[in-house]
């Protein structure tokens, strides 16, 4: 017959071996996201070609940029980028420079 006691050091033991299989597969990431200001009034002002024409140019410079600093971009939706950075310097960065790109 089975313990109460038994029973706990399995659940513990295999709770242990789910922990270090979880282990292998963890990664540390920095997620950064992007959002085009004032999208909505260009689009406005200057139609929707102008408007998807910027927006692309927006992900281009920003996948660039971003790729140069470590980076992949995981998703765009309308004016918004999402990036996933193996560190948060290295997605601070990016972020500093795609900022300065799009202003100039």
Same mark, same amino acid.
């Given at each position: 017959m089975v313990t109460h006691e038994e029973d706990i050091d399995a659940l513990l033991k295999a709770r242990a071996e789910i922990d270090d299989q979880l282990r292998k597969h963890k990664n540390t990431l920095t997620v950064l %996201?992007?959002?085009?200001?004032?999208?909505?009034? %260009? %689009?406005?002002?200057?139609?929707?070609?102008?408007?998807?024409?910027?927006?692309?140019?927006?992900?281009?410079?920003?996948?660039?940029?971003?790729?140069?600093?470590?980076?992949?971009?995981?998703?765009?939706?309308?004016?918004?980028?999402?990036?996933? %950075?193996?560190?948060a310097g290295s997605a601070v960065r990016a972020g500093v420079e795609s900022s300065a790109s799009s202003s100039s």
């Open positions: %996201f992007t959002d085009v200001a004032g999208s909505t009034s %260009f %689009f406005e002002r200057n139609g929707d070609t102008a408007g998807l024409a910027m927006i692309h140019r927006h992900d281009e410079l920003a996948s660039g940029v971003f790729l140069a600093h470590g980076g992949r971009v995981d998703k765009t939706i309308g004016d918004s980028a999402m990036a996933e %950075f193996p560190d």
